[in-house]
């Protein structure tokens, strides 16, 4: 005997609402059609499955019964259904944002042709593991400090190199690199750094290593604000770089050094996530890894343990 998963489905819909106009209305279905399509499938079975009154409808013994199969029937076709879809759309990749490492990343895989991308500029928001584990995304750049929740897997993907951005009348605006010993007592202006974020941790280590304060105050009225603000300063600094912060004729970009500061970018995904593309997606980020001699803090260190620290620091 087989079930019509259309009949099963109207079946649940009933159910659920209680009431044939209410499930009609759900599945876009006049009523009479659900009415055929339970009728079908309480004939195929054999027994009644609902009783029908003008309070509505509930589940008979044999109903109730068959729903908890009837639930999972559907569920199994649902995650069929998911999954076939899954394998024809693109792969979608959490950025976190569009002017770091990682985008280069995927935009390096996309032009070999050999995966086509949906980029996700999450900034941090909502839960990275649930995106991960329900679909939502595919994989997920990020930095990561703590053990994982269950299912999720990483490896390195980057080690971003951190500048720092000052204005002309900073007096450090005439190097063109300068030791990290240089920015102790400094303040960097970085409003926006969400506490509870993964940069703002970043940014505490490196403070606490360097003696720089870190000033995350004032609201965020965009790049051209934070720049203007840097370039008429001859004291505040900012850590970033051009690609984030273009255009501005009174900030200089400078290198640091001794050691050079990087943002440990990790790629992270679900082991169950069967997206065809997926595999070679995870390959290319590790083939592209390459270890250098920067400075991490202290979480990060043990989940980049090829890298041969500056400096003796590490």
């Known amino acids: 005997m087989d079930l019509d998963l259309g009949a099963v489905r109207a079946f649940l819909a009933v159910v659920d609402d209680g009431r044939f106009t209410e499930a009609a209305d759900r599945l876009d279905m006049t009523q009479q059609a659900v009415s055929k399509r339970i009728a079908k499938l309480e004939a195929a079975l054999g027994v009644p499955l609902l009783h029908r009154s003008r309070a509505g409808a509930r589940p008979t013994e044999d109903g109730a019964a068959f729903l908890p199969q009837a639930r999972a029937l559907i569920g199994l076709a649902d995650q069929a259904t998911a999954m076939l879809r899954a394998r024809r759309r693109a792969l979608r990749i959490d ?16 032009e070999t042709g050999d995966a086509e991308v949906d980029i996700v500029v999450s900034r941090g928001t ?33 080690l971003e190199p951190i500048p720092i951005l000052v204005g002309h009348r900073h007096r450090l605006a005439e190097h063109r690199q300068v030791p990290m010993k240089e920015l102790s007592g400094l303040t960097a202006w970085m409003p926006g750094n969400a506490p509870e974020s993964e940069w703002a941790d970043y940014y505490r280590h490196l403070s606490a290593e360097f003696g720089v304060h870190i ?32 255009g501005h004729p009174d900030v200089v970009q400078i290198a640091l050094t001794d050691p050079t500061p990087a943002y440990p970018w990790s790629l992270m995904w679900h082991e169950a996530n069967r997206h065809p593309s997926l595999p070679g997606f995870v390959a290319h980020v590790q083939d592209h890894y390459r270890p250098h001699a920067h400075w991490l803090p202290a979480p990060d260190r043990p989940h980049f343990p090829n890298d041969e620290r500056e400096g003796g620091r590490g």
């Open 95 to 110: 950025v976190l944002g569009h002017n770091a490492a990682p985008i280069e990343i995927v935009r390096s895989i996309y």
């Open 126 to 158: 909502g839960s990275r593991w649930t995106a991960l584990t329900d679909g939502s995304i595919d994989a997920a750049f990020g930095r990561v400090t703590a053990p994982l929740p269950r299912g999720i897997k990483r490896v390195p993907a980057a």
């Open 215 to 246: 000033d995350a105050s004032g609201p965020v009225f965009g790049q051209d604000h934070i720049m203007e603000r840097i370039g008429a300063s001859p004291d505040l600094i900012t850590f970033g770089n051009k690609t984030q912060f273009p």
